[in-house]
């Protein structure tokens, strides 16, 4: 593995549990995850904190916290047409007419699954 490839795979982690600003990542996870393949990935830690992407913090569970810097490099949000047009295609799918609609769960379950945490504060700001 790269440099760039470990460093993203380490973001990667953020990202798949959706962590946001002040949310971690334990360090026993990422241990798993690059000392099974033989990877040398502390260097790639301390050069994203040294970014002020991420911060080591030790305790009773050690991990990599998210800084507010990290969260804005990690998501990006799609426009707001983007975020409407998935909430007309859950109306489709659901063969909604005039006057009926569903519940917001619906929405969680469905179209919120699949957005990163900036899309999911902005989708839930359009929809009120």
Do not use: H, W
């Amino acid at each position: 593995m790269t440099n760039i490839t470990i460093r993203e795979a380490i973001l990667d982690l953020f990202r798949r549990s959706k962590c946001k600003a002040g949310q971690m990542v334990p360090m026993r996870t990422i241990n798993m995850k690059f000392q099974r393949q033989g990877v040398e990935y502390m260097s790639i830690i301390n050069q994203l904190e040294q970014e002020g992407l991420v911060e080591i913090k030790e305790g009773s569970l050690t991990g990599l916290f998210l800084t507010e810097k990290g969260y804005d490099e990690i998501y990006t949000c799609r426009s707001d047409n983007s975020l409407i047009d998935l909430l007309m295609s859950q109306f489709r799918k659901t063969n909604c007419k005039v006057g009926q609609g569903f519940m917001f769960r619906t929405l969680q379950y469905t179209v919120m699954n699949n957005l990163n945490p900036k899309e999911e504060v902005r989708f839930i700001e359009m929809c009120n």
